[in-house]
């Protein structure tokens, strides 16, 4: 254990009476610590497990407006979307981008019935929509991203444009619409970052992982130490439940009577490795809609393709995984949108699930549920000993206006004044972003000595932040020669790591990106070992550990693992045999 986690526990401890315990380390519970730090209120948050380990480390990786949410009349959810969208675009340029966005149309018209019987207050089943319909909701995205628009307006393709520019669509398409949202390339990162900043601007403020809370106990909260077992009871004045798909569970453990909540559905997504997908996507997301009228999306991530998603109620959000079926799922829809291309399972070199902390709801119908976010406190017939207030709902787009209003409805109860907003804050390696990079990397190579190249990867990784790296040592791992040992080190050090899973999953985006092996897992798990103080028993559990969820919960074999070895192996052989080759002169 580091003496960094052993100050953090010791601070716990010794907090007996905080003025709020946030419970979930996802993007909303980080969000409202955030928010109540920021106003100086003494603020905890914990998670049994790692930050950002639940469903906030699988969304889509878009930062979106949410299209298709006006289909249920949710204008109001798409208009502050689109103003987080934007806000986040500035404040987080190192993590979020624009993404153009493709939607192929089949004919005009589909659509039109049912979007006149749900305004009318009917029940429509999702189904196709034409080009009325996809015209008329561009139109209205346009005008809810307001004056101050980032982003290009949509604008139209016919079919002739269109088949020159995607040749591979499927043949029915007679036009498209081409509109911009946004892409992020490390949500996990960019949670880690906001718990970095509001330590660092509020030092009343701690942030512990691996802690849980398991009990209310004659008016106070037992928390444990999931690591080492020892727990700790404080009694603060609020408790935030911002557990997301777990809110019930959660409030089982604080309240006699604890009330129905939440309904979620589960949302799976694949990560492939197919270069014709690839070269047909370019730079651009197609957003499509299934036989079924789900609304799929399939755009290049991080050097292959992301796809996605199903949508599936779940009894409980314990131990969800894409499944068969699910992927089953996502390649037919993908297989129906580009025909020409062959796309297998052999493809799929990652899967991911999370469940939407969706309000519990009655509907037959997945899509009707609201994806707007709501704050309810417990009522006092529930039995809970202090005021435990809500997070029902959500999207990830919106975690910074959701933590505002839950930060506000806390403030009110404790009497306390706002006297920071966020909304232009920037966030972690986003702060002081270069708009020119080139010029930036050249600085930051001249001054560190290392080469231009690596500087540039640390900035398109860390922001900013990157600067603060390029001081330390650079050897290159061996298995994963993209990343430094000094750089692995960093992350230990200054990003609470405890579990090898908390630096190879949410630190780190290897196991998504394929660069992960066998071999690149030891020596991540040697470093670890070295840095936090493991003996071999500890290295072995937590390497094991890892393996056996990276199969079950992402499809990341050991097989695939151990192939992977190979490739190194032979890639190592043909460098040799390259280096030691004659030169060949020319004539």
Not at 199 to 222: D, F, I, S, Y
Not at 252 to 281: C, F, M, W, Y
Not at 302 to 319: C, E, Q
Not at 463 to 475: K, Q, W
Request: charged content about 25%.
């Amino acid at each position: 254990m580091t003496q960094d986690r052993l100050r953090r526990l010791e601070k716990l401890r010794r907090k007996e009476r905080p003025d709020v315990l946030v419970v979930g380390a996802g993007i909303n519970g980080i969000s409202i610590f955030r928010e109540l730090a920021l106003q100086g209120v003494d603020v905890v948050l914990v998670d049994r497990g790692d930050f950002m380990s639940g469903a906030s480390a699988a969304p889509s990786r878009m930062i979106h407006g949410g299209l298709r949410y006006m289909e249920n009349g949710e204008f109001g959810l798409v208009k502050e979307s689109l103003a987080e969208r934007n806000a986040l675009l500035a404040n987080a340029p190192h993590y979020v981008r624009p993404l153009p966005t493709l939607i192929p149309i089949s004919d005009h018209f589909s659509g039109v019935a049912s979007a006149v019987r749900r305004f009318l207050g009917g029940k429509a089943q999702p189904g196709k929509r034409g080009s009325l319909i996809v015209r008329l909701g561009l139109t209205l995205y346009d005008l809810y991203a307001g004056a101050g628009r980032v982003l290009p307006r949509h604008h139209f393709l016919n079919r002739d444009s269109l088949r020159a520019r995607w040749p591979t669509l499927r043949s029915d398409v007679i036009c498209g619409a081409v509109y911009h949202d946004a892409r992020i390339t490390y949500p996990e990162r960019l949670g880690i970052e906001l718990v970095l900043d509001t330590e660092m601007a509020a030092t009343q403020a701690l942030a512990v992982n691996h802690v849980g809370l398991v009990a209310q106990k004659e008016g106070r909260v037992v928390l444990k130490d999931n690591l080492t077992g020892a727990e700790f009871t404080v009694t603060p004045g609020i408790v935030v439940n911002a557990t997301g798909a777990w809110i019930d569970m959660t409030n089982g453990a604080l309240a006699v009577r604890p009330p129905r909540l939440i309904g979620g559905t589960k949302g799976s997504h694949l990560v492939i490795a197919n270069d014709a997908l690839e070269q047909a996507l370019g730079d651009t997301m197609v957003y499509y809609a299934n036989r079924d009228g789900r609304v799929c999306i399939v755009f290049r991530h991080l050097g292959h393709v992301l796809a996605g998603s199903t949508d599936i109620r779940v009894d409980t959000p314990d131990n969800v995984r894409c499944d068969e079926a699910e992927s089953a799922y996502i390649l037919a829809a993908l297989r129906e949108i580009f025909p020409a291309i062959a796309i297998g399972d052999a493809d799929i070199i990652y899967r991911f699930a999370g469940v939407r902390p969706l309000p519990a709801s009655a509907t037959e119908v997945n899509a009707e549920i609201s994806r707007d976010h709501r704050c309810e406190w417990l009522a006092d017939d529930a039995g809970a000993s202090m005021p435990v207030l809500n997070l029902i709902g959500g999207k990830w787009t919106t975690f910074r206006a959701f933590g505002a209003e839950a930060a506000d409805a806390v403030l009110a109860r404790l009497g306390v004044q706002r006297r920071q907003g966020t909304e232009k804050l920037s966030i972690g390696g986003g702060r002081n972003f270069p708009a020119d990079k080139d010029a930036w990397v050249a600085r930051v190579a001249a001054t560190s000595g290392l080469p231009s190249e690596r500087v540039a990867c640390l900035l398109e990784r860390y922001g900013t932040r990157a600067e603060e790296l390029c001081v330390t040592s650079d050897e290159a791992l061996r298995s994963l020669p993209n990343y430094g040992r000094g750089e692995i080190e960093w992350l230990i050090e200054n990003e609470q790591v405890t579990r090898l899973a908390d630096l190879v999953l949410r630190r780190m985006a290897v196991a998504m990106t394929a660069e992960l092996s066998m071999s690149g897992l030891e020596e991540l798990a040697t470093i670890a070992a070295a840095a936090l103080g493991w003996d071999g028993q500890r290295r072995a559990s937590e390497l094991a550990g890892l393996r056996s969820l990276l199969a079950r919960d992402h499809g990341l074999t050991a097989e695939m693992l151990r192939r992977r070895n190979l490739e190194e192996g032979l890639s190592d052989v043909r460098q040799q045999e390259t280096a030691h080759e004659p030169a060949v002169s020319g004539r």
